[in-house]
């Protein structure tokens, strides 16, 4: 709730006062600020019910200027926080196809007429306040929209990155403890009168999950100062990529390593599913790897520099 709001959210809120200087539309600066403040909170609604969520420039809601209004009408699925935002930020269409400039980002406040927001249920993440949301040809003042028309897929391009930078290191901040947890384990954990962590092969499993922490860790430092100033959208591909490489591998061995405590509430097995969303959420890895391969040529190159 707090990565999607602060890195992703908050961002595309802001880009359109940095964007509109002065004449930045009132009740987009007014919810940025009440946000930025923490009196209310704002979800970020881009995976559409129209199409798979990792087919972005195929989503189906609608967000179109008739006069001086905006007309909002569509659906958006599993969106963090919508179940106690004040605001959704909703990515539509104002024309038809996939060019990038067809989309724009709208602020809509959740008590609208013709928003239904009702609760994705699902027994993991519980605190998310993830829910999927309705929009029935929703009508706002044109001035909410955020940023210009036509700007929304280059604005959310220009953002991403930061949202996979603090991705990577929430990442590497939860599977460092898990693996702290697990090594406290298994120095208590005695068989045959040792200490589990005395066994080479646990000992070896554990080590690898350490190097590979360590290698997301050092990923994340040299990419950050990209990632975030230069916006790079090849630095936030490859973190992205590394988070689903990592993060799965590493908790499922951590829980094999704590046996069936792993099985206890909040033990690691459960910590493990949940986690899973870092290979989904904002871009499954597979999608992330595609990017890697498209982006090949100039990371080969920036190797050799
Ligand atoms: C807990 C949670 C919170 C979320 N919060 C938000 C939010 O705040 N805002 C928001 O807009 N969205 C949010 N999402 C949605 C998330 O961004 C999407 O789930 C994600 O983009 C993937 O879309 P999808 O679920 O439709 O999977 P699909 O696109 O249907 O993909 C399903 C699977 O198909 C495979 N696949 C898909 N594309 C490719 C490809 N190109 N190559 C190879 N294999 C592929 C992968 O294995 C993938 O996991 C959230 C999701 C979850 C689970």
Redesign the pocket.
């Known amino acids: 709730g707090v990565l ?1 709001q602060a890195a992703s959210a908050l961002p595309v809120l802001g880009s359109a006062r940095s964007d509109a200087g002065s004449a930045a539309p009132s009740s987009v600066t007014a919810a940025c600020e009440q946000v930025l403040a923490g009196a209310a909170q704002v ?5 559409d019910e129209a199409t ?4 972005l420039s195929g989503l189906g809601t609608e967000v179109r200027i008739e006069g001086d209004e905006l007309v909002v009408h569509g659906g ?6 919508a179940g106690g935002a004040e605001y959704l930020l909703v990515l539509g269409r104002h024309r038809p196809g996939r060019h990038f400039t067809n989309f724009s980002w709208a602020l809509v406040p959740a008590k609208s007429a013709g928003v239904t927001v009702s609760t994705a249920t699902s027994g993991l ?1 519980a605190n ?1 306040a ?1 829910a999927h949301v309705g929009f029935d040809s929703v009508r706002l003042p044109a001035d909410h929209l955020v940023g210009r028309t036509g700007r929304g897929m280059a604005v959310f391009a220009r953002h991403m990155s930061t949202e996979r930078l603090a991705g990577a290191q929430w990442a590497v901040a939860l599977t460092g403890r898990v693996l702290a947890d697990t090594r406290e384990r298994l120095l208590r954990r005695t068989a045959e009168g040792e200490p589990l962590w005395h066994n080479a092969v646990v000992r070896q499993g554990f080590a690898e999950c350490l190097v590979r922490v360590a290698q997301l860790r050092a990923l994340c430092d040299s990419l950050a100062e990209s990632a975030v100033k230069g916006q790079s959208l090849s630095a936030g591909t490859l973190l992205k990529s590394a988070v689903g490489l990592t993060v799965d591998t590493v908790l499922a061995q951590c829980a094999r390593l704590q046996g069936a405590d792993g099985f206890a509430a909040g033990g690691a097995q459960g910590i493990r599913a949940e986690a899973g ?1 870092l290979g ?5 890895t ?2 992330m790897l ?1 990017g890697v391969a498209d982006m090949s040529d100039q990371l080969l190159a920036e190797l050799r520099s």
């Open positions: 999607v979800a970020l609604a881009a995976t798979a969520g990792s087919d958006k699925r599993w969106v963090t926080n993440l998310s993830t969303v989904i959420g904002g871009g499954v597979e999608l595609a």
